[in-house]
C-alpha cells in the first residue's frame, strides 16, 4: 500500500464511532484505558520516538479542546441575550 492509499485509508476511519464507545466508560475506567495505550505505544519505542509521538498527541489534545473552546463560545453567544460582538 503506498503512502497516499495508506493516509486515505486512516481518514476513512470511523472515528466517531471510536469515540462513542470510549465515552462509555468511567473517568478511571478511562484514565486506566489512558494508561495501558500510553504504555502499550511507549514500549517498543526508543525516546527521540517516544517523544515525537507524546509531542504530536499532545498537539492533537490541544486541538480538539481548541476547537470545542471556540464552539462554546459561540453556542453560548447563540444562547445569550446580549451575543459579544
Known amino acids: 500500500m503506498d503512502t497516499n492509499k495508506a493516509f486515505e485509508s486512516f481518514l476513512n476511519v470511523d ?7 470510549l465515552f462509555l466508560f468511567s473517568g478511571n475506567e478511562f484514565a486506566i484505558i489512558g494508561a ?3 504504555y502499550l ?5 526508543d525516546i527521540d520516538e517516544q517523544n515525537s509521538l507524546g509531542n504530536f ?9 481548541a476547537i470545542a473552546s471556540q464552539n462554546q463560545v459561540k ?11
Open 75 to 85: 453556542q453560548n453567544d447563540l444562547n445569550s441575550k446580549n451575543p459579544y460582538k
Open 41 to 45: 505505544l511507549a514500549k517498543n519505542l
Open 57 to 65: 498527541l499532545e498537539l492533537v489534545g490541544q486541538m480538539i479542546l
Open 36 to 38: 495501558i495505550v500510553g
Open 15 to 21: 472515528y466517531h464511532s471510536l469515540s462513542r464507545y
